[in-house]
């Protein structure tokens, strides 16, 4: 859509969770198409930015999980993303500053998720959608 609409539609309060990431550049959740997800059987799983994580956790209460994904340590963290080697110096520092802000607020999550171990993640984010739907 174009953002003029994106525009009316946040003025018409039909985001969940909504950004404007670059200048005319909106990224948002229509309350609507989860609704309409919901409505066919299916289960919706987001993968946001903190802020967006909590407003929709907010918005749906206790038909969301919220689950918080962290790493063991910021020592990790630095070491995984200049392992990748995709990330220059100046962009590795705003992702760690912008990390560490965001551990501020693990604690209004359901649940903390430690990804120390892939696959071990994977398992056990698996059982807490399993338990969660049940």
Do not use: C
């Amino acid at each position: 859509m174009s953002p003029e609409e994106f525009r009316q539609k946040i003025d018409n309060d039909e985001f969940v969770e909504w950004e404007e990431v670059y200048p005319g550049a909106y990224y948002g959740t229509l309350k609507s198409e989860i609704e309409r997800l919901w409505a066919s059987g299916k289960h919706v799983i987001f993968d946001v930015d903190v802020q967006g994580g909590l407003k929709i956790k907010k918005y749906f209460q206790d038909r969301a999980l919220a689950i918080f994904v962290k790493v063991p340590s910021m020592q990790e963290l630095e070491k995984r993303l200049r392992g990748r080697g995709t990330e220059d110096e100046d962009a590795i520092s705003r992702r760690l500053f912008k990390v560490n802000f965001e551990m501020s607020f693990q604690n209004k999550f359901d649940t903390i998720l430690v990804n120390d171990d892939l696959e071990h993640s994977f398992v056990k984010a698996q059982s807490l959608f399993d338990n969660f739907i049940k």
